[in-house]
Each structure stands twice: as C-alpha cells, then as structure tokens.
C-alpha cells in the first residue's frame, strides 16, 4: 500500500526516508517552489529558518542524546548535518543552504519516493497518511487539519537578523567561543559597556514593532522569544540572556564586557554571520537602526532582517496516540513541530518515529515505540501525555526522562541517564531488528 506524506520538511523527509527505507512506496508533497510560506525562501526540502544551529552536541545536553540516537538509528537528517557542518564551538551547525541541497538529492533520488510539487489542500480519504505540514502550515490545509482535529492552538514566532561579514567592524568585535570551547573563530563578539547596553535597551523598548491583527492571540514560545520581549522583562534581562558576557573575555582588555552580542557564522565560508539569540518583530526600519547601535555593527549590511511567522500545532495530549497516529483515525500520522515538538532536532525524531510506524502500518505490522528511557521516547511520551489544557510546544530535555533507580551523584545523573538510553535503544532496536536497525 502507498504511503502519502504531505510536507518536506524535516519530519516529512525523514518520515519518506525511513518509510522507503523499509521498502513502502511514498508519495512525498511539498508546495515550494509553487508556494513558499511566510518564512521560507529555498527551493529545496528541509529548509532551516530560525538558526543554522541544531544546539549542543554533547550528551550533557538531551538534544545531544537524541541526535546521537537518531544517528545509530540510521537518520538522513543526521546524516545530512554531518556532510554540511559547519564550526560552531560545542553546537552542530549546517550550512543551510548546502544541507537543503543534500537532503533534497537524496530524497528525489531514493527509488521509492516520488517527489510532487505542489500545494495539498485536501488529505487523502483512503491509505496510510503523514502530515509533517510544518509549523507554517499553509491556510487552506490548516483549516482542513482543524476539521479533523477540533479546536487546535498556535503560537508566533519570530527569526533573527543575518549580517554580511565584511560589514562587520573586525577592529571593534572579537572572536572567541564562551569559556574557550571550539575553535576561537566560531563566534564574534560585539562588547557593550554599561552605558552602550543602556542605551541599547531603551531602543529596544521605545522602537515601533509589527502590530498583530485584532482577531490573532499572540503567544511567543519561551525557547524563540523576541529579543524586544525579553527587555520588556527587566533591563538585566537581556544580559542574563543572549547578552550574557560570561565566559568571553575581551583580549584588549583582559575583561569580561558588560555585555555581549555574539555573532555565529551562517555558511562554510562565513560570509555570514546570525546574531544568536536576536529573533524579532521589530519593524524592518527600527532592526537596521537600532541594531547598528551594537558596536562593531554599526555598518551592518543586513542580509536578511528579522520576521514574525505563525507557528500551527495541534493539541497532541488530547489527539494523537503516542505513536503519532490521529486516535479519530488511526491511517492518519502527524510529524514535526505540528505536533508541538519544538526544534530541528526533534523534528527529525518525530519523522523517524512517524516513517517507521506509518510503513509498518502501510504493510499490515504494528507499530513500535522506543523505550521512554530514550531522549526519543520520552519526547513521544511527553508529547502525547502532557497536560491537555496547558499544553505548549517543547524541546526534549533530561526533565522528561524517567528517574534513574538508586542513589546517583548529582553532577552524574546525565551521563548515566544518557548512558542508561543508549544501551536501552540498542536492546530495542535489537528487539526489532527485522524492521529497524540500531547501528
């Protein structure tokens, strides 16, 4: 049986992947180049918007877990990010448009799979059905996820500025990575002093913001908060934030600035450079003059000015099992950030999961679910048995994960439990190893 996968983003490429990696025919829809959404600009499949960075790499982080399980399960996205890397200290970052054009190649020409272009605004009434439609969902097909799903929730977002890199004032910036970590180029890094970073937020609370429509409730997500809302918050706000100076040490002076705003290569060949952390809905006038207020970018030639974008998710908790099918209709799957996973990397996890159990269902199997002691598994588990009425997108992290049994060392429990998901995936897999394979 045919398996339809309306979306190619990250969920809706890895889902085709994984499912065609099990030898089930796909369908795979994606609107651009017809039609990009608000946000997006590349023609190709798995477009990165908000950040080339998909966050730490370390197992001290539980995004470092789940893209090191995604990789022993065989993930394209992983692979796709390993052949595109780019420095960025102890993060793993892509070239955007290069990891585009990867996964884009390998999916047009998987045997299996056969790409269509063009906007879905129907779901199919017959077959086994992903829907990986992405956090900007279009309205047409939005409105059809909502007749199936009732009431569904969304949120704004907001993407941060690019700059080039020969506008930057190198004399007046420095390069270095926070406590040392990675190559020293990885980061620049605008110092403030106390006055200029004064001076800097009362712009930021003064300056003219895209309005939103009377009838829109806005709601920013915590993990992509306008940097003009988090000054709002308290004027140390900001330097507790993505300004914290801790860490970078100026080599002119020896010191630590008052404030910091760090500078992080967009490409391979760094002719870009994203301001980590400045998301906004400034107006495009007061991005270009008051972000020419941080010194050393005070000639930025902005390459792409920061936007709002509406973010669609469904009330996973109340409607989808935690094998990511609709409980009204099991043929249906959703995957991605529709799903109020929150992040790239999660993403990608979901669509491995959705791939895999949407193949199986197209060939008559049951599905399967990783054990909730992985960083994929307690993500699912989250997803779809959190608290129905508070429910909010959500990166994965090791306050998901099951407790550790016994008496564990504090500064230890996310090695072991890092430790613990890893040989657990590996039992799993092995469990299942005629349908999946754990490398």
């Known amino acids: 049986m045919p398996l339809t996968i309306i979306g ?7 889902a085709a992947w994984q499912a065609a990696s099990l030898g089930v025919s796909v369908d795979l829809y994606e609107m651009k180049p017809q039609k990009f959404s608000p946000a997006h600009q590349l023609p190709g499949l798995a477009e990165l918007v908000c950040s080339n960075s998909l966050r730490g790499d370390s197992l001290e982080n539980a995004v470092g877990l789940l893209k090191e399980e995604l990789r022993r399960l065989g993930s394209l996205f992983m692979e796709g990010a390993e052949a595109t890397r780019v420095p960025a200290g102890g993060a793993l970052a892509v070239d955007r448009e290069k990891f585009s054009t990867f996964i884009t190649d390998r999916v047009a020409s998987h045997p299996l ?10 779901i199919p009434d017959a077959g086994i059905v992903v829907i990986a439609s992405g956090p900007l969902t279009s ?9 199936l799903a009732g009431d569904y929730l969304y949120f704004y977002d907001a993407i941060a500025p690019i700059v080039s890199s020969d506008s930057v004032d190198m004399g007046t910036v420095f390069a270095a990575s926070r406590y040392g970590k990675g190559d020293g180029d990885d980061y620049l890094n605008c110092p403030l002093s106390a006055e200029e970073y004064e001076a800097f937020v009362d712009a930021l609370l003064a ?3 895209v309005p939103a429509r009377d009838f829109e409730k806005v709601v920013h997500f915590e993990g992509c908060m306008p940097v003009e809302e ?6 140390e706000t900001l330097r507790f934030g993505p300004m914290k100076p801790v860490g970078l040490v100026d080599p002119r002076t020896g010191l630590e600035p008052h404030a910091v705003v760090q500078l992080r290569k967009e490409n391979l060949e760094g002719t870009m450079y994203n301001l980590v952390g400045f998301q906004t809905k400034l107006t495009w006038p007061e991005q270009r003059r008051i972000f020419r207020m941080i010194p050393g970018l005070e000639s930025a030639e902005f390459v792409r000015l920061g936007s709002m974008h509406r973010n669609t ?10 094998t990511f099918q609709l409980k009204s209709d099991p043929r249906i799957f959703f995957a991605g950030q529709i799903t109020g996973v929150e992040g790239y990397v999660e993403s990608a996890g979901s669509g491995y999961l959705a791939g895999i159990n949407a193949a199986l269902a197209a060939r008559g199997e049951e599905p399967i679910l990783p054990p909730r002691t992985t960083a994929l598994g307690a993500l699912v588990h989250h997803v779809t048995n959190a608290e129905v009425k508070s429910f909010q997108p959500m990166n994965v992290n090791y306050g998901l994960f099951p407790e550790l049994g016994g008496r564990v060392k504090k500064k230890e429990r996310r090695q072991k439990l890092a430790e613990r998901a890893l040989a657990d ?3 799993w897999g092995a469990t299942f190893e ?3 394979h754990v490398r």
Not at 8 to 14: M, S
Not at 113 to 122: A, D, N
Not at 313 to 322: D, H, Q
């Open 313 to 322: 998710f469904i009330n996973a908790p109340a409607l989808l099992a935690p």
């Open 139 to 147: 309205d047409s097909l939005a409105a059809v996820i909502a007749s």
């Open 425 to 427: 995936l590996e039992a």
């Open 207 to 209: 300056a003219e913001k």
């Open 113 to 122: 799979i056969t790409l269509h272009r063009g906007e879905v605004t129907e």
């Open 8 to 14: 190619g983003g990250l969920a809706g490429c890895e």
């Open 434 to 436: 005629e349908k999946i």
């Open 230 to 235: 988090m000054a709002a918050r308290g004027r």
